[in-house]
């Protein structure tokens, strides 16, 4: 039996390496997001705690999100017990995404300041504030408690190491948002659409094991790990108070190399590892839910048979005649699209979009109408919205372009005009009118003290347009008369969630929450008077009319189905709007846990002062530092040491430091410069080291006579300084538009090396500057992916490349090489066949270029000056088990790929004195058989497996076994 300091040796040695692994992912992690436009003018706002970076024309709000955050800084940090440093904030304000991040390293806060039309009661900025500055005080925490060493060795590293190899990202996401909630009078624990997933998961299917729950699955929907983590950390802390994860962070910080830190802390809290905590608070979830199912009365309506047996989701239906519904369909098998279902279930394929806003998709007639994401050419952060109409009678397309960001559009009825929600750079918000046929905006008019506009509708005649405002953190529905530009509330503002109204003779149907659960209202507009009209167990969602038949979209288990209502039949339930049953039991005991609601005062000066942000002072940040060599570009670790810069607007990287590579038992310093603020991206990297390297000298020997007595051969040894420069141009230009990425990426790139104090080198070795160029374009155009997908559907890649020696020492003649993939669908869904073509021709000089096109599996490279290849690859799904093997290794999907490859070749060789012409073929078949999986529940999918390749003719061997390991940090 091993000692336990034996067995402490090896489990630090372990966690070692795997810090290794994960900081080699974690420069990865420090997100580069992208930049914005070259050319804003950036602005900063000094407070006590924050650093506010932002463009000058939003300076106005900046002032205000400066104050937010400074309000939310002592109660977001109160129940971890820590106070983080000052931290840098930077707004994105020209983007069309809503979201933010913490950065780990350098550590700072992202915020994309556009909203989204799915948001609950409460001012988008203000929940960014407090969901991404509590995850700034987790991370803070971490950094506080651990040993300094830590610090020392690794510098903002060390706590981004403890969060990515010990806390599981349910916690890291369910605390945020636990947080959020408890401090509010809403957050996502009070949003009805939160909790729906779980519900009827637990309800109808029971409970996954903890790591499917967690870690996901190609075969079954499963809610993401924010909401996984909301239960059980606000669960959690209803039964073993308000300190435990304060606590179990603690533990994590004050252990480094405890193998299982995490499950440690909570051992010492509550006596439960997180699986068994999981299995506790879900049994308990489970049977609340159960419970409240048995006693619910659920409305009557007819359901259209769609595909009921795997996971699909229709949302934004519309009945467009008495037999035809049209929907945007989602599923894990197939890529999103419209599609036309008549009433006995069968399915027709309209069209197939790209991206789409959240609740920014309608139908009328034959028409549908929606927003999606249309990125920039260039700039990731100045993407915009692209409107699109298609009439799918006629297969005809229209697509209107604007410099702001529309969301929401809904057709009039006269099908002339379009309403929609406009947002600015500057945090305004628009109702605007646009004309269906040129694109053209002909009304606009900005919402009554700034409300946030969501989901509007027309009403049946088209006067009016009647809409959700969100304002102070309460929700109203409004009516819009564009005529007057005449607001008017028709409900109080309150702290209910309201969404998605629709106008049917006179009375406003809409989604409210009642109870957890999303149900349809309607307010009578003549006899002032709200009715509950439809319920259902687990939620309904953007109810439309066609006539006097109501439809909808509700939700099971098995994702969002149709369900549909003659209006005539309704049940009318008067209801009050205080009456309404909006009880959250873990939301409402957070928020007695924390006994502080934040009520965010409106801007008020508090000596704040406006400064230029200067870029060039600020381009240099060295944030973290290694005791390994780490090369975040190529993956690769060695032994050495290594620093890391980036500032704060994502523009400039710096990686340097000293590594030993043990392959070639060869040193060197090297330093990588990164710069991306201009339309061209700019890379320079120097290395300077000592190499060694060997040839055979044939040693004679010669007696008296003149005659050869002995000849020998011995391996020489010589080695040499050797300096190394690139600089590489590229532009990355992004066309993607609808259903297709696509890149195209032009480059030019120079390299000099210098070769000297050489020794022992052999007669007539080169020495001096030798250097070259390589000029090339890479693009691709590829069709979005389903989850279960292997390869897209239909795509192309191409790289085309030209290499050639300038006049130097050192001749290595010129380089031309074209590869290329296509990408095509199998016999069968999510199968996929690949094809890859590459040739090159060489002119070899004293040496010659690295090869560029690959060689068929199995074979090793040979001398070449001209090389001809292909390959073919069917992939295919072969088992979706779910399974784990304890918490080593949890099997998601198991696949295979057949394989084809072929290549021809040419070359000139010598014999000493002549010099001829070769030629040859190489083939090779085989198969490859892997896994997708997660290796001790880490949260990044590895790929395992490996390759068999026989090979044809091959007089050496006829057949080659390699082994396949991928890691992907693009979950």
């Not at 499963?222 to 209803?238: D, E, I």
Request: charged share 20%; aromatic share 16%.
């Amino acid at each position: 039996m091993m000692e336990w300091y034996n067995l402490q040796k090896c489990r630090t040695f372990v966690v070692f390496i795997f810090f290794v692994l994960v900081s080699s992912s974690g420069i990865a992690q420090y997100f580069n997001n992208g930049q914005e436009r070259f050319g804003i003018q950036w602005k900063k706002i000094e407070t006590g705690n924050f650093e506010v970076i932002y463009p000058e024309a939003f300076e106005n709000k900046a002032f205000e999100v400066a104050n937010i955050l400074e309000q939310s800084y002592r109660a977001t940090s109160k129940s971890l017990h820590r106070i983080p440093k000052k931290v840098s904030v930077v707004l994105h304000t020209e983007t069309v995404k809503s979201n933010a991040f913490l950065g780990w390293a350098p550590s700072r806060i992202e915020m994309y300041t556009t909203p989204h039309q799915e948001i609950y009661a409460q001012d988008w900025l203000e929940q960014l504030a407090i969901h991404e500055y509590r995850h700034m005080v987790q991370l803070n925490k971490l950094e506080s408690e651990m040993p300094k060493l830590l610090r020392w060795i690794f510098g903002e590293h060390a706590a981004a190491l403890l969060t990515a190899a010990y806390l599981p990202f349910w916690f890291i996401e369910g605390d945020a948002v636990s947080t959020e909630t408890a401090l509010s009078s809403s957050g996502r624990g009070r949003y009805p659409d939160f909790h729906r997933e779980s519900k009827a998961l637990m309800v109808e299917n029971g409970r996954y094991s903890y790591d499917k729950a967690y870690l996901g699955s190609y075969k079954h929907f499963v809610p993401n790990y924010y909401k996984l983590g909301y239960f059980m950390v606000g669960q959690s802390r209803l039964q073993f108070g308000k300190d435990l994860w304060s606590n179990v962070l603690s533990t994590v910080a004050r252990k480094p190399l405890s193998f299982n830190a995490f499950d440690r802390g909570l051992k010492t809290e509550i006596g439960m590892n997180k699986i068994q905590l999981y299995n506790t608070v879900f049994l308990g979830l489970e049977k609340r839910w159960k419970q409240a199912d048995k006693q619910f009365d659920v409305s009557f309506f007819d359901t259209i048979n769609c595909h009921s047996d795997t996971y699909v989701n229709y949302r934004y239906v519309q009945q467009i005649s008495d037999s035809a519904y049209v929907a945007y369909r989602t599923s894990l098998d197939d890529v999103p699209r419209f599609v036309l279902i008549t009433k006995h279930g069968k399915e027709k394929v309209l069209y197939t979009p790209g991206i789409l806003f959240k609740a920014s998709a309608s139908a009328r007639n034959q028409f549908i109408v929606w927003t999606e994401h249309k990125p920039n050419l260039r700039w990731e952060h100045t993407d915009k919205t692209l409107l699109r109409i298609f009439n799918y009678e006629r297969r005809k397309l229209f697509e209107y372009h604007f410099h702001s960001k529309i969301f929401a559009p809904v057709l009039s009825p006269d099908q002339k005009t379009i309403a929609a929600i406009e947002a600015d750079n500057r945090y305004r918000f628009f109702i605007v009118l646009i004309n269906a046929e040129t694109g053209e905006i002909i009304h606009r008019v900005e919402t009554p003290g700034n409300a946030y506009p969501m989901t509007p509708t027309w009403a049946d005649d088209g006067s009016s347009l009647f809409m959700i405002l969100l304002q102070n953190n309460q929700k109203t529905l409004a009516q819009y008369l564009p005529k007057g530009e005449i607001f008017s509330n028709i409900l109080p503002h309150c702290n209910w969630e309201i969404s998605d109204p629709v106008v049917h003779k006179g009375l406003v149907y809409f989604v409210g929450a009642d109870n957890e659960t999303d149900q349809l209202f309607a307010f009578d507009m003549e006899k002032k008077q709200l009715y509950k009209t439809i319920t259902t167990r687990f939620g309904l969602d953007a109810p439309s009319l066609f006539h006097n038949k109501l439809t909808f979209s509700f939700y099971t288990a098995n994702g969002f189905k149709v369900g549909s209502v003659v209006t005539d039949s309704l049940r009318f339930t008067p209801v009050k709007t205080d009456s309404i049953k909006n009880h959250f039991p873990i939301a409402n005991a957070l928020a007695e846990q924390e006994n502080e609601l934040l009520k965010f005062s409106p801007y008020k000066n508090n000596g704040y002062v406006a400064e230029k942000y200067r870029q060039l002072p600020n381009l240099i940040n060295i944030h973290s530092w290694a005791p390994v060599a780490i090369d975040p570009y190529r993956y690769r670790v060695h032994p050495g040491i290594s620093f890391f810069s980036q500032n704060m607007l994502s523009t400039s990287e710096i990686v340097g430091g000293y590594r030993y590579k043990t392959d070639t038992k060869q040193g060197e310093f090297y330093l990588n410069f990164r710069y991306m603020g201009w339309f061209p991206v700019f890379n320079f990297e120097i290395t300077n080291g000592n190499r060694e390297s060997s040839y055979r000298q044939i040693n004679q020997y010669i007696n008296n006579f003149g005659q050869t007595v002995r000849t020998d051969t011995v391996k020489q040894y010589f080695n040499w300084n050797h300096t190394a420069l690139s600089a590489q141009m590229s532009v990355p230009l992004n066309f993607s538009k609808g259903r297709y990425y696509r890149l195209v990426r032009p480059r030019f790139n120079y390299w000099l090396n210098n070769m000297a104090n050489m020794k022992n080198q052999p007669d007539k070795y080169p020495l001096g500057v030798y250097h070259a160029f390589d000029t090339g374009i890479y693009a691709y155009h590829i069709m979005r992916s389903s989850k279960q997908d292997l390869l897209p559907n239909f795509g192309i890649l191409a790289d085309i490349s030209f290499q050639k020696t300038l006049p130097g020492a050192i001749d290595l003649g010129a380089l031309f090489a074209a590869t290329g993939w296509l990408y095509l669908p199998g016999v069968m869904p999510n199968h996929g066949l690949s094809v890859y073509a590459g040739y090159q021709q060489k002119q070899n000089g004293q040496f010659s270029f690295a090869d560029r096109v690959r060689y068929p599996r199995g074979h090793q490279s040979i001398l070449n000056n001209q090389l001809t290849t292909m390959a073919f690859d069917y992939h295919l799904p072969l088992w979706y088990p779910d399974i784990n093997l304890g918490r080593w290794l949890y099997f998601k999907r198991f696949k295979t790929t057949l394989f084809y490859d072929w290549a021809e070749f040419t070359g000139i060789s010598n014999d000493g004195q002549n010099y001829y012409l070769y030629k040859g073929q190489m083939q090779s078949a085989g198969f490859e058989l892997s896994s997708d999986l997660h290796a001790l529940r880490f949260i990044a999918p590895l790929e395992i497996g490996f390759r068999y390749a026989y090979l044809f003719d091959n007089q050496a061997y006829n057949y080659k076994v390699d082994f396949l390991f991928n890691i992907s940090f693009s979950f």
